[in-house]
């Protein structure tokens, strides 16, 4: 939130096969809050939602030609995991998993882990809606 | 020793102590290979065979093979006599018939090799020519055409075939669509005139033969020498040419213990092959078990990608059908759009529509999910948006009903941002609502171009929604142009965006009719971003004040 203004959500839901991993879906940054580090903040938070849930992971799906979104979420410590799906809006692409681990301990503050600077990719909604099975929590980001 | 063998023993005449003899020999060595309890059984005669060959490769003499010959034929025709089993292996086989004598099979082996070692790097160079072809190759038919030819080649033979079992779900060849007979013959290479002739119809026809009995049966678990061929033998009886051949080796295919198939080598003699050819064809058959697996899992995998790409065609399809195929005619005012989806189904969508006392609705939208359900959300969202703008005047009202009604009617794992507004061309008034979505561009006939500033929460997430209206009062020379965020996250070849203040540049720019705009727009986008493959859709639609 920016003065009472919502700036950013991003979606998360635990594996129903396996708690320990959540989903990282749905993440929306107003366009007139871009390119300040809401994504970096929402991802944070996530974390901490899924941490909180003993999660030890936190995943998400990229398209492979979302070159921004894949150095955004890289900054952030995502890695390829190797897994591929197609994508499903054109089978002629393939979407990479990314996958980081959930470090314990002490809540991450908002500064924690950032990437050096987010300025050319936290831009505009960098990851899509996701097919799930769980329930999904929205995490507003807060400032 | 198991009790069908005591009890055997129990009535046989104590002069007779070697026909006991014999047979505790066979059944040692059976349940010794098969590591399991021996129980007499009709189709033994793979059994027989096998054990007759081990024995003359063991140095058994020609009377010691017919001795035990007789045998086990003793204690078979009491395990039918017993009811054990219905009938005896030696009912339907003679066993005595193809016994070549160690000198013949020493000269024959000669002649295929000189020595063990050429044996060995013979079926190591085939083994690698099949580890070569099979693992680059996904269709099943071409890749057992390659398999049987390697393993007749390697075997120094000519004859092979390969049948699939339909119902091991692997593979239904074209020509057995219409077959009443579960195995299907997919592949064969040097077959005599007797078993080509009629279509391959001795090959073909049902029933099951021996080896496709064995296999169906779970019997056939590696690869075997012996299995006397009642399709050659018929095909032999119907005056059909098969040159000599009788036998065939027979190499199952079995994937993760269920069996798919398997491959026969025809031979004239039973005891053509050694025990080295057998454990040769065994590793064969292993690997291309698992080729012919990873064959099935592609077509299931091209199967389902062709399938979801239809499914994308049709929702692509619908998508269109629902954008407006031409615009209206506003007085006073022009309308261009473009509308460039990324990838077969889009998230973008626009839409203009004509409202009651000469109003006109305006829609650009962006829906965030994928594939079809993306598109029915899309489809849904943008129903919905012409439902409400009859009911409500106002825009933002308009949304927030509509953002209602989505968390009602939809899962909540997709949203959706808008852009909506009324155009009331008589006051040349704008009043429009923005959930979540890029706020347009107005360059003023002064000159300057300012971007809107409102904003809101997407719609589809949550059910508080405020969301508020905003008026532009429209100027001759006023240009809105709206946008998605597909255009302003074009990316170039160096990962540049094309971001929000080239774009207010280039509008600045652009000629003063729409039209111009909007080409000038695209130009600049091209001369942005050049061949690269945008990642998302661009939607631009343009309004401009006469």
């Avoid at chain 1, 107003?30 to 580090?37: D, F, L, V």
Wanted: proline share 5%; with cysteine.
């Amino acid at each position: 939130m920016d003065a009472g203004t919502a700036c950013g959500i991003a979606g998360s839901f635990l594996d129903q096969n396996d708690r320990t991993r959540a989903n990282l879906i749905s993440v929306w940054t107003a366009p007139t809050h871009r390119k300040r580090g809401i994504g970096r903040l929402l991802v944070n938070e996530v974390l901490n939602w899924a941490r909180g849930r003993n999660a030890r992971a936190l995943q998400l799906m990229v398209t492979s030609n979302n070159k921004l979104a894949i150095r955004f979420y890289q900054r952030l410590g995502f890695t390829q995991t190797g897994r591929t799906e197609p994508y499903p809006n054109d089978p002629a692409v393939v979407e990479y998993e990314m996958s980081r681990p959930i470090p314990q301990g002490i809540p991450l503050s908002p500064l924690h882990n950032a990437a050096p600077s987010c300025d050319a990719c936290d831009s505009e909604s960098i990851a899509e809606g996701y097919r799930s099975n769980g329930e999904i929590e929205k995490v507003p980001a807060k400032t | 020793m198991t009790q069908f063998v005591e009890q055997f023993a129990a009535q046989v005449d104590p002069v007779e102590s070697q026909t006991v003899v014999d047979l505790r020999d066979f059944v040692d060595w059976q349940t010794q290979a098969q590591d399991k309890t021996f129980i007499p059984h009709m189709v033994d005669d793979v059994a027989i065979r096998s054990y007759l060959l081990h024995l003359k490769l063991s140095g058994g003499t020609r009377s010691i093979l017919l001795r035990t010959i007789a045998s086990l034929k003793r204690f078979y025709d009491w395990a039918r006599a017993s009811q054990l089993i219905e009938k005896s292996p030696f009912d339907n086989f003679d066993f005595n018939r193809p016994l070549l004598s160690r000198e013949q099979i020493k000269r024959r082996e000669e002649t295929r090799f000189a020595n063990p070692t050429d044996r060995e790097i013979a079926h190591l160079r085939a083994l690698n020519h099949l580890g070569e072809h099979v693992n680059r190759c996904v269709d099943i038919r071409t890749l057992l055409d390659t398999v049987v030819k390697t393993l007749v080649r390697a075997m120094g033979l000519k004859t092979a075939w390969a049948f699939l079992w339909t119902q091991s779900g692997l593979y239904i060849a074209s020509s057995a669509a219409n077959s009443v007979h579960d195995f299907a013959l997919a592949s064969s290479c040097g077959l005599p005139p007797g078993l080509e002739q009629d279509n391959r119809h001795c090959l073909s026809r049902p029933p099951d033969c021996h080896c496709q009995s064995l296999l169906r049966n779970g019997r056939l678990v590696r690869a075997v020498n012996i299995v006397e061929c009642t399709r050659l033998r018929h095909a032999a009886r119907c005056a059909g040419d098969t040159q000599g051949l009788l036998f065939h080796a027979t190499v199952p295919l079995i994937v993760q213990d269920r069996p798919v198939g398997l491959i026969n080598i025809a031979t004239e003699q039973w005891e053509f092959l050694s025990s080295a050819d057998l454990q040769f064809l065994s590793a064969a058959g292993s690997e291309v078990a698992i080729a012919l697996e990873r064959a099935r899992l592609y077509d299931l995998a091209e199967t389902r990608r062709i399938r979801l790409e239809q499914e994308l065609e049709m929702a692509r399809a619908v998508q269109k059908s629902l954008l407006p195929t031409q615009l209206p005619t506003i007085p006073g005012f022009t309308l261009v759009a473009d509308w460039r989806p990324a990838r077969l189904v889009a998230g973008d969508f626009y839409d203009v529509f004509s409202l009651p006392d000469g109003r006109c609705g305006l829609v650009v939208a962006d829906v965030s999910g994928k594939g079809a359900p993306a598109a029915l959300y899309m489809a849904m969202t943008l129903s919905l948006i012409r439902s409400e703008a009859g009911r409500y005047t106002n825009p933002a009202a308009v949304l927030v009903e509509v953002n209602r009604r989505l968390l009602a009617e939809s899962s909540n794992e997709m949203f959706v941002t808008v852009f909506y507004s009324v155009l009331n061309p008589i006051l040349r008034s704008l009043t429009y609502a923005i959930a979540g979505h890029e706020p347009p561009f107005l360059r003023h006939a002064s000159g300057g171009v300012e971007r809107l500033t409102l904003g809101g929460l997407p719609m589809g997430l949550f059910e508080q929604l405020t969301l508020t209206d905003e008026t532009l009062n429209l100027e001759s020379g006023d240009i809105l142009v709206i946008h998605t965020d597909g255009l302003t996250d074009a990316v170039n070849c160096r990962d540049e965006d094309y971001g929000h203040s080239r774009l207010a540049d280039t509008i600045f720019r652009a000629p003063i009719a729409g039209q111009d705009v909007l080409a000038h727009i695209l130009k600049d986008l091209e001369a942005f971003a050049g061949p690269v493959c945008q990642p998302d859709d661009i939607t631009l639609l343009i309004l401009t004040k006469e």
